[in-house]
């Protein structure tokens, strides 16, 4: 069943959470590939299902059932600590919030993959690169509080470029950002997933933000609703 | 994960917030120098009580009235027959010397000095049971004994005290008991601590003690009798020797146990271990009690910070971190505030040694309290512990969030 050349393939993925006495069927069987340097949107609105089929992509959550397969190998079944090498190998996570470490340097929070990945000797030299690629080459050296919201975001994307990951993970990258520091923060993604070739999967609830992408999935209810393919 | 970034890492978080790490330290600095500071007390009180029977001579069997193994009823007093008979009988050939003693306390005068101690009557063998050299004059004489003399003996502290000096004082007069006595003798200083110290003892004739103190029981009753062996790997016989020759003085049926002890100075050695365990035993748990509420300390301040910090570990977690990775950074932090507290608290507690030192010292009960390096070790290494065992909790709480939850924290 397993195609080689997605990176991403889902079948009939569900989700239910018990919630005391009740279930909630957050997803109710999706579907989905996608190809390797796809530019990918999700949308839906609030209570959609769009976070848990983000927690499930990012390999932070095991599904209720069905297959999900990253980069060639099934990842729904693995357990929590395979699951973490997976996340740390596989994907790199964008977060509206930035989720930066506060009192440590720009250089600092970027290394902080490469160090859970056991990656020691080249690890300096390889974050300052992901810095350059973002464009913060001269702020190293800064921490979080030193740093715009658009450059600390940029210190996240470097951060999710490191371990040079199958997919990018984006979840409303521009969420907390002005319109200007947003436009340069997803022009800069697209740039990455052009020179890199790094898949691009965005979870917005901003047609603005999800515009940029080749394609969008429509969640409602916990099922897609329509896939919309752009030009 | 290496353990210099770890380390590092784990610095950075705790002096984020200083004052809390600063107080959550204090709590393990209180309970190492309580555990070093008291152990050392302990060790050292023990080490002055076991030197001071040491000083009683190895070859001395002590014989006290009464039995306490067995139950016997009005036991008979010793006295000075059974001296006689022990240092007469030609059956005892183990027994070297034999020294009755009758003691009292009473007070002791020179001009404006006085003091109240015990004055030990005793016979010239005393002299040869305990090995006392003399530093100028005699021992007290079988003729000061046979003529009740009004002679003493003094130990060289004891003579420091009375006369402000302790040589040149042969033919001074104190009072004892208001009765004037002639200094005809001064022993060498033997040393040993305050509570017994034999540089501190007063020998008076065994006959002039018992007319002149207080007395009660048989007319030449003694409280307790020594006698040295001729060979200390013969204890057992001679033990056996003194038992034989004090039950026939003492008229007991065969079968009925002794009405007297015999203890020689391995038992005092083995009560006196008995009793300064249980004292460092008992004062280690007072201090490991601060420990045990330090570690407390540590087990809340990490609770709580695993609490603030769930979205770093929802985040870490996202990047990569296993569960392990999760529960050594945290283990680090309380294991590195403990250990900072052992260091202070060995410092403290070392301090606080020193001083209670000083002050026993300086009040006349000399102690020498030393810090032993197995203090320190262990107090190192139980803070460590202390550490790891009130961080595990926390840690462990910390590594099984789960990423999707943490994430979403607010």
């Known amino acids: ?19 005391g006495e009740i279930q909630v069927h957050a997803l109710r069987g999706v579907s989905f590939t996608v190809k390797p ?31 999900y397969y990253l980069d060639g190998e099934l990842v729904s079944t693995l357990v929590d600590d395979e699951l973490a090498e997976v996340r740390n190998r596989k994907i790199g996570f964008v977060f509206q919030q930035f989720n930066l470490l506060p009192r440590a340097t720009a250089l600092t929070n970027v290394e902080l993959p490469l160090r859970y990945a056991g990656v020691n000797g080249s690890r300096k030299d390889l974050a300052l690169k992901a810095l350059e690629a973002v464009g913060l080459g001269d702020r190293v050296d800064h921490q979080p509080n030193e740093l715009s919201g658009g450059q600390q975001q940029r210190v996240a994307i470097a951060r999710a470029l490191v371990n040079n990951p199958a ?40 047609p603005e933000v999800a515009a940029i992408a080749e394609r969008v999935l429509h969640l409602r209810d916990g099922v897609i609703e329509k896939e919309e393919l752009m030009q | 994960m290496n353990l210099f970034l770890n380390v590092k890492e784990a610095m950075v978080s705790l002096s984020a917030n200083k004052m809390r790490s600063l107080l959550t330290i204090l709590g393990i600095v209180i309970g190492v120098a309580s555990v070093i500071a008291l152990l050392s007390i302990g060790e050292s009180a023990g080490a002055s009580i076991t030197g001071e029977i040491e000083n009683i001579g190895t070859n001395v069997i002590y014989i006290l009235r009464g039995n306490n193994d067995e139950d016997v009823s009005n036991p008979k007093d010793l006295t000075l027959r059974d001296a006689q008979a022990l240092a007469s009988s030609t059956r005892a050939t183990e027994i070297a010397y034999v020294a009755p003693v009758f003691t009292g306390s009473t007070e002791i005068t020179r001009a404006d000095r006085s003091v109240s101690t015990a004055i030990l009557g005793i016979t010239p063998d005393y002299q040869f049971v305990m090995n006392l050299a003399m530093a100028e004059g005699a021992f007290i004489s079988a003729a000061q004994v046979e003529g009740r003399s009004a002679v003493v003996v003094l130990g060289p502290a004891r003579a420091q005290q009375l006369l402000g000096r302790s040589s040149g004082v042969v033919g001074s007069t104190v009072r004892i008991g208001g009765y004037p006595y002639r200094v005809v003798g001064v022993v060498e200083p033997k040393g040993g601590s305050a509570f017994n110290n034999p540089d501190n ?19 030449d009753r003694v409280q307790y009798i020594l006698a040295s062996m001729v060979d200390l790997d013969n204890a057992d016989l001679a033990i056996r020797q003194i038992r034989q020759v004090l039950r026939r003085t003492h008229r007991i049926p065969p079968r009925n146990p002794d009405d007297f ?62 569960k392990a990775d999760i529960l050594i950074q945290f283990l680090i932090e309380s294991v590195l505030l403990s250990l900072f507290g052992g260091i202070f608290g060995i410092a403290l507690g070392w301090g606080i040694s020193t001083v209670v030192s000083q002050i026993a010292t300086r009040s006349g009960t000399p102690l020498d309290i030393v810090v032993t390096l197995n203090s320190v070790l262990l107090a190192t290494l139980f803070s460590a512990a202390v550490g790891v065992f009130f961080g595990y909790y926390p840690a462990n709480r910390a590594s099984n969030l789960a990423p999707v939850e943490a994430l979403r924290y607010e």
Do not use: W
């Open chain 1, 167 to 206: 997919i990018i993970l984006a979840d409303e990258p521009t969420g907390n950002l002005d319109t200007t520091s947003g436009d340069e923060i997803m022009k800069l993604l697209l740039t990455l997933n052009k020179t890199e070739g790094t898949t691009l999967l965005i979870v917005t609830h901003d």
């Open chain 1, 1 to 19: 069943m397993f195609e080689k050349e997605n990176v991403i393939q889902i079948e009939n993925l569900t989700k239910v959470y018990q919630m």
């Open chain 1, 37 to 67: 340097g796809e530019v990918l949107a999700i949308m839906g609105p609030s209570g959609s299902g769009k976070s848990t089929l983000m927690n499930m992509i990012g390999c932070l959550d095991n599904p209720t059932d069905g297959n």
């Open chain 2, 201 to 219: 003892n007063v020998y008076v004739p065994i006959s002039t003690a018992q007319a002149r103190l207080p007395r009660s029981g048989a007319p």
């Open chain 2, 261 to 322: 002890t015999l203890l020689n100075q391995q038992d005092f050695l083995a009560v006196a271990n008995t009793i300064t365990n249980v004292l460092t035993i008992f004062l280690g748990g007072i201090g490991a009690i601060s420990l045990l509420v330090g570690g407390i300390g540590i087990m809340n301040i990490m609770l709580v910070s695993v609490t603030e910090r769930t979205r770093e570990i929802g985040l870490r977690k996202a990047l990569g971190a296993r």
